[in-house]
């Protein structure tokens, strides 16, 4: 069983920068395309960035687009959310991601693609 562990959450200013982290184990790491999504309070999830498995393809929601960067590592078995300019609609809980069953240079781009998901970590622009 895949387990998808988040951390690196927390209480910012806004135009500062916060990285997130997601350690996978349980599983192959590379047989998973990875991605990022959050969910404010009283609103649905969101999509914010995914990565293929292989080639580091990405794509971005355009409300984060420039500002954040997802990447991964298969030695350590960790993908990264680097989050720059941080705006106070950033607030929200992140969830890190996991698809699997795809091919090597499919990248998320929704939400609802996702099959397997962590526990979320906070993150809290104030403005």
């Known amino acids: 069983q895949v387990q998808l562990v988040e951390s690196g959450g927390g209480l910012v200013q806004a135009g500062t920068s916060l990285s997130l982290s997601c350690v996978v184990s349980?599983?192959?790491?590379?047989?998973?395309?990875m991605g990022w999504v959050r969910q404010a309070p009283g609103k649905e999830r969101e999509f914010v960035a995914g990565?293929?498995?292989?080639?580091?393809?990405?794509e971005y929601a355009g409300s984060v687009k420039g500002r954040f960067t997802i990447s991964r590592d298969s030695a350590s078995n960790t993908v990264w959310l680097q989050m720059n300019s941080l705006k106070p609609e950033d607030t929200a809980t992140y969830y890190c991601?996991?698809?699997?069953?795809?091919?090597?240079?499919?990248?998320?781009?929704?939400?609802?693609?996702?099959?397997?998901w962590g526990q979320g970590t906070q993150v809290t622009v104030s403005s």
């Open positions: 991601a996991g698809k699997s069953g795809v091919t090597r240079l499919y990248v998320p781009s929704d939400a609802a693609e996702f099959d397997y």
């Open positions: 349980g599983d192959t790491f590379t047989s998973y395309a």
């Open positions: 990565i293929s498995q292989f080639f580091r393809r990405t």
